[in-house]
């Protein structure tokens, strides 16, 4: 089988990670890399095989490449999305797909307009056998009308010394947000990929409130749906033990997915149906639980998504992630921190422009000045960032 030839920009933990995957693929190579650390390449200092650049222009320019991963800090996304798409290269974007909306919308318009080159973006937990178990029973009807969700991800915790751990982590002029940019996109990518968009956003959040930094680290959004079903979305990364569950109440009955099971407690009759037609004053309909099983043992989410991006340059089909889907997790979050931040209900489709103007006032008020940053990857707590 041929192998996609392969650059990536971004050769940090992730962009490592990947280069990692790549290697145990069978359909794609890296043939490229980029990193304006040069202590980041110098593990390829022996290999041949491999072009090693520190300035993306040349990078893009010379790197002999089919296929571009784009895995720097967030701001850097669509810039550089679009140069690669613009030297004629296929694209794969690491979450978020950028900072805010404003300033995606240039590279989603970019890979529009080429719809011969393959634009994805890596939602790498949607390759999760039961995220797509759970997108399966809505999407076919199982639970019937959803009326209620609650998902509270607060397993994401992070110590000071992660926050330490780049120059541009955690802060508004090198990161741009706090844990809705950085750890919960993949959960506000499902929470859309499940139930559709919300229109109408509160939210309370925090800045700050458990470690030295100048974004968000916990906050609680309340969402209305258009068919008037509601949400709650609650992230931290502050809380240890944290908790990841989500609760979807539905006609059908309720789904519990909590410590990776998936639990149906299911209605006999629908309960709008029980509620109109039942002679029981107090009654409730008959219900049985059931663990859904959720085949598949995919350990490897990343290199699945890597995967089925260079099948569908090679053969065509469906991606697991087109990147235009990646401005829709991206709004969502955008829309709590404003809604946090300027405590007022916000309503979607996000403004674009004024979640901008924001973003400018908190990075020309910032005081906030790193401690603790020794500019080395420490790449022994790879493993618990994703
Ligand atoms: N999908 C996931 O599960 C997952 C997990 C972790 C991180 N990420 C994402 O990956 C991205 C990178 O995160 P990370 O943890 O690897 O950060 P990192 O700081 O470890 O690495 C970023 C690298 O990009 C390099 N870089 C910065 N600007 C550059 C430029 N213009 N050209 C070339 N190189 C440049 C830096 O020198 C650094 O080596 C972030 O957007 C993050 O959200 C995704």
Known sequence: MSKVKTGIIGLGSMGTAHFNSIGHLNNG????????????LTFLRDRKDIQVFTEPER????GDMDAVVVATPHYGHPPLGIKALQSGRHLLVEKPVGVHKKAVEP?????AARPGQTSAIMFNQRTIPAHRKIKQLIDEGELGRITRVNWIISDWFRSQAY??????RATWAGEGGGVLLNQCPHQLDLMQWFFGMPVRILAMGTIGKYHDIEVEDELTALLEYPDGATGVFVASTGEAPGTNRLEITCDRGKLVFENGVIRFSRNEMLVSKFTAESELRFGVPDCWDVTIPAAGTNVMPHRDVLENFFNVIQHGGKL????????????LGNAMLLAALKKR????PL??????????????GSTYRKKG?????????FGSSF
């Open 29 to 40: 190579v890296v043939t490229a890399v980029c990193d304006i650390d040069p202590a980041r």
């Open 59 to 62: 990078f893009f320019a010379e």
């Open 107 to 111: 590279l989603l318009a970019e890979a």
């Open 163 to 168: 926050y330490n751990s780049g120059g541009w």
């Open 320 to 331: 697991v992630a087109p990147l235009a889907e990646g401005i829709r997790s991206l709004e």
């Open 345 to 348: 209900e916000v309503t979607l």
């Open 351 to 364: 403004d674009g422009d004024e979640f901008e103007t924001m973003l400018k006032e908190l990075i020309a």
């Open 373 to 381: 940053f020794d500019g080395k990857l420490n790449t022994d707590e």
